[in-house]
């Protein structure tokens, strides 16, 4: 069974920063694409950022400049460091990630159970 276990998340002010990871453990074969979306009360998730398997990066333009997604490949982890947080990137953060958990299975996109991120004075 696959599992993306997150952590971090929490409470800061306006201008602070957080970081939040996510560990895929299980059942794996291999993982293509890792990343992370946010949904805010009222609004659809929306990818946050991505990482391929082979190293590159897709950021939301909300949040270019200010947050930086790094991956651990042999630990199955990545790593989401966000600086400069606004009021406006409040919002649940979900893990996601396209695993194949056996050679010859299909890939699957699987899902975290979301951490909370609320940017408040």
């Known amino acids: 069974q696959v599992q993306l276990v997150e952590s971090g998340g929490g409470l800061v002010q306006p201008g602070g920063s957080l970081n939040v990871s996510c560990a895929a453990s299980g059942s794996i074969f291999s993982v293509n694409v890792m990343g992370w979306y946010r949904q805010a009360p009222g609004k659809q998730r929306e990818l946050v950022a991505s990482?391929?398997?082979?190293?590159?990066?897709n950021y939301a333009d909300s949040v270019k400049g200010r947050f930086t997604l790094s991956r651990d490949y042999a630990r199955n982890t990545v790593y989401l460091q966000m600086n400069s947080l606004k009021p406006e990137d409040t919002a649940v953060y979900y893990c996601?990630?396209?695993?194949?958990?056996?050679?010859?299975?299909?890939?699957?996109?699987?899902w975290g159970q979301g951490t909370q991120v609320t940017v408040s004075s």
């Open positions: 990482i391929t398997g082979g190293g590159w990066t």
């Open positions: 996601n990630a396209d695993i194949k958990p056996r050679r010859y299975d299909p890939r699957t996109s699987y």
